[in-house]
């Protein structure tokens, strides 16, 4: 037990999922620690025993606001000037996209193995302004080769964008090394570290990169509603504010003129997401507090133990890095049924979905009925000061009553309804389908089915 442990309670450093409850979908987003929420709630009732704009409380709520801005900054290694406050990682990539000049035959490289938050705007750009997105293959493992992307590099590419895990393969990607061949050709790079975030360490130094967004809700364990960018000081000027009015704005009164201040603060307009911001400050001092590389360490080791024990399930197949030392926290797979034979439409759905070794499960946009992917996959809950165990979330299709198609002509003409995810006592768990023993030990729980 480290020192800070000793000086803080476990429910603090914890969530309040308590005996009650387990949470497994730590890759959309997180149960907040309980000191996020906490900070959050602490604000807004007393702003309901005061109101918001006492100047006393008011006065005191911004110190703390720029406060946790230094905090954050020093937790991405960055200046607090080059930090900013967002909604979320999607607006924070979209600062970028929209704060950048940008020219006709300008090239992006974006690999294939980004979410639709990383594709959709540069896509955009592409409609709207004539540039030029350039696609890198991630291959089998999902894990991005340096090599692919200098090659994809010309003397009219401005930025490379991508994401630092992958929240469907959950490969580790080089990113310094792709950072560092950016910057050799001049070019520009921003990283995505929604997933990497309180998981691992991030940062400038870390990655020498020239972006990085990302929101609060998944690793580090904030609260919806928050994320961050961060901005190299001396590129703050070359972005133009998408979002311009109070709190970011001002007018010289003599010529007119719109000002901004000379930080990332010019990316925030408008009243300041508070309560939000605070339990960001929260999430921080609790990731700090337990040590980065603590927690990147204990989430390698539960991933090499899950990606063990899925191994050893008869049928079970095992999606993206060859190395398990290139995953982190997410582990995609199917199964050819053999875990489900008291259910057989559902072995038979999952058996149909069984992929060759040589391909991986690549989404680029939301998931629709001709696009999502049928089989099931596991993924790890891993909050830090938690034991945690592995389940099976089955996003199986529902196989229609006497269908003639074959399971391939059903994949190929739309699949049928999709299920969706839901909580389920256990003993309405029993009456459908058991997750694998091997991987879930604990029994006479609240799971997420």
């Not at 364990?221 to 998408?242: F, K, N, Q, W």
Request: proline share 7%; with cysteine; hydrophobic share 40%.
């Amino acid at each position: 037990m480290t020192d800070w442990q000793t000086r803080q309670t476990a429910h603090r450093a914890g969530t309040a999922l308590g005996d009650e409850h387990l949470y497994f979908d730590t890759a959309a987003a997180a149960p907040p620690s309980a000191a996020a929420v906490e900070a959050a709630v602490e604000y807004l009732g007393q702003t309901s025993r005061t109101g918001p704009y006492l100047p006393s409380l008011r006065s005191a709520v911004y110190t703390r606001v720029e406060k946790i801005r230094a905090e954050v900054a020093a937790f991405v290694q960055a200046a607090p000037e080059e930090l900013a406050f967002t909604r979320n990682g999607t607006e924070s990539i979209c600062l970028v996209a929209r704060g950048l000049r940008w020219r006709a035959g300008d090239e992006i490289v974006v690999p294939d193995t980004e979410m639709l938050s990383n594709i959709a705007i540069w896509r955009l750009l592409e409609q709207e302004v004539g540039v030029r997105v350039v696609t890198v293959e991630g291959g089998h493992t999902g894990v991005l080769d340096p090599a692919r992307v200098r090659d994809a590099i010309t003397d009219r590419t401005r930025l490379v964008t991508f994401a630092a895990l992958s929240n469907v393969t959950g490969a580790v990607q080089p990113v310094r090394e792709i950072c560092e061949v950016a910057a050799q050709h001049g070019v520009l790079s921003h990283v995505n570290a929604a997933q990497a975030l309180g998981m691992m360490p991030v940062g400038f130094e870390e990655w020498r990169c020239d972006f990085i967004s990302a929101c609060s809700r998944k690793g580090l364990r904030g609260i919806e509603g928050s994320g961050i960018l961060a901005v190299r000081e001396h590129l703050l000027e070359s972005l133009t504010p998408t979002l311009v009015g109070w709190w970011n704005a001002s007018v010289d009164e003599s010529s007119g003129e719109i000002r901004f201040p000379h930080s990332a603060r010019r990316f925030e307009a408008g009243s300041p997401n508070v309560p939000a911001i605070l339990a960001l400050g929260a999430a921080v001092e609790t990731a700090a507090g337990l040590g980065i590389e603590a927690i990147h360490d204990r989430v390698r080791e539960l991933t090499r133990h899950a990606a063990n024990r899925l191994r050893s399930i008869p049928g079970a197949q095992l999606y993206g890095p060859d190395d398990d030392s290139n995953r982190l926290g997410i582990l995609p797979s199917t199964s050819t049924g053999s875990t489900r034979a008291n259910s057989p439409s559902r072995s038979s759905a999952a058996a149909s979905s069984s992929r060759p070794a040589t391909s991986w499960p690549r989404r680029s946009s939301p998931p629709t009925a001709s696009s999502a992917w049928p089989g099931p996959r596991c993924t790890i809950s891993t909050p830090p000061t938690r034991s945690t165990a592995w389940f099976w979330r089955s996003t199986q299709r529902e196989e229609p009553a006497n269908d003639p198609r074959t399971p391939n002509e059903q994949l190929q003409e739309g699949r049928p309804r999709l299920s969706r995810a839901r909580v389920r006592p256990a003993a309405h768990r029993a009456r459908r389908h058991q997750p694998p023993s091997a991987l879930h030990p604990l029994r006479g729980r609240l799971l997420l089915v």
